[in-house]
C-alpha cells in the first residue's frame, strides 16, 4: 500500500505520542516491557498498513501489547488517525523498513508476529523483499521467542506458495495450513479481518493462512 504523500505527515508522525521515535529505536531493544509500563506479552504486526487489523486486535486484547510496523509515513498517518479517535495504551507505531526489526527488537522479545497481505513482490530478483522470504525468516528468528508463532495470510497464491517452500531451507515448519481460511469453521474463530482482507475476501478470492514455528 502506498498513499499519495501527505503534506505534513512526517511532522505529525515525529509529533506523535503514539510512535517509538527514530531517534529512541536505537535504545528499544530489551525495553518493550519498559514501554508499555507492563509485563504483558508483546505482538507486532510488520507492514501494518492503515492499521485495522492491529488496532481490533488491540482493543480485543487488552492484556498483550501491540507494535505496528509501517514503512510509509502517509500509510502510518492513518494507523495514527485512528488512534486519535480510540485511543488504546498497548498499541504503539514504528515507522521503519523492516529490514531493520532485530536493531528494534531484543532476541526473543516478541511473542508473535503477524504478516498480512504483504507486497508480493514479484520479480525474482526482489525476493529478498518478500517479507515471508528466508531472509526476512532469520531476522524474525531472531527476535521471536524460542516458542513464539508468526501468522501469515494472503490472497496471492504464488506468493503463498513462495513462503511455504521457504520454510524448510529456514528451519521453519507450518502449525497450520490453509488455502481456504474463511470456509475452516474453527480457524475463522477470532480471525480479525484486515483491510485487505475484506476487499479481496468481497471480491471472491480465497484467503490462504499459514501459521509457523520452529
Ligand atoms: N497489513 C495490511 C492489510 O492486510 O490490510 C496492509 C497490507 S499492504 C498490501 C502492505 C503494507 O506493508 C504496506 O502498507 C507497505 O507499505 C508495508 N510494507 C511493505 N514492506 C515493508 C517493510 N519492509 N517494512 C515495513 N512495512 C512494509
Redo the contacts with the bound molecule.
Sequence with gaps: ??LRNITGSREVIAESPYVVQEAVQPRCPGTWKEIFGNQNPVQIE????KG??IHTMAKEHPEINYVG????SS?LLRAIQKMEQEELPNLKFLRM???DIAKVFGPGEVDKIYL????PWPKDRHAKRR?PSREFLARYDVILKKSGRLEFKTDNRELFDFAVEELEPAGWKAEIITYDLHNDASLMEGNVM????EKFSAMGNPICKYVIYR
Design positions: 500500500m502506498r510488520i507492514g501494518m498498513g485495522k487489523f510496523i509501517e514503512k510509509y500509510v523498513d523492516a529490514e498480512n497481505f504483504s507486497d517479507l484486515t483491510e485487505y482482507e
